[in-house]
């Protein structure tokens, strides 16, 4: 079945940048979406990009897509404290349904 | 965000009794879905449903039932709790469709601790 893979923990200092992760292995992906989740909370839906870009900006959020490699980066400017959260990709299949399958997710840690 | 309650926000129970989890929506969204969230499997997909009274399985559906009466509401069920299904649940909604309507909109979770 489909498998969604991310490293678990990114350590980074208040105001670098950060870069997180992920591949896949479904070759019938439509979207690929990144949600965050803060302690105690839901997941908020961050950014997305569909199959056909390479690449989605948003403000502080930059999405890199490598369909070849099955490669998927999210990439926060100016990290903040606030940024400090767990982060899923998260890849939607062309099932005849909308099954969304997630990665485990990645920890950010934002030192000041 | 989108409008959508989960209730109860936190449960204790005891094995072998039954639960009910509700997803309330007023967004009149098609598609409705339960996961579950545990350490190291990120969010597993439990049951979801394409419509009032259309209802399919996910991946990780045994010991768990859903119903949904009404666009609105989703109830998902766990007839005989088990310390297993101590867990994160979480529903989501989406619309739909082509484009961004096919993109799911978290509800805030229910805490469930089965002793």
Redesign the interface.
Known sequence: GEDVEQSLFLSVREGDSSVINCTYTDSSSTYLYWYKQEPGAGLQLLTYIFSNMDMKQDQRLTVLLNKKDKHLSLRIADTQTGDSAIYFCADLMNTGFQKLVFGTGTRLLVSP | DAGITQSPRHKVTETGTPVTLRCHQTENHR?M?WYRQDP??????IH?S?GVKDT?KG?VSDGYSVSRSKTEDFLLTLESATSSQTSVY?C?I?A?GQG?R????????TRLLVL
């Open positions: 598609y879905y190291g499997h990120g969010l597993r997909l979801y394409y399919d991946e979480f989501a989406s739909g961004n096919e993109t799911q909109y978290f509800g805030p979770g």
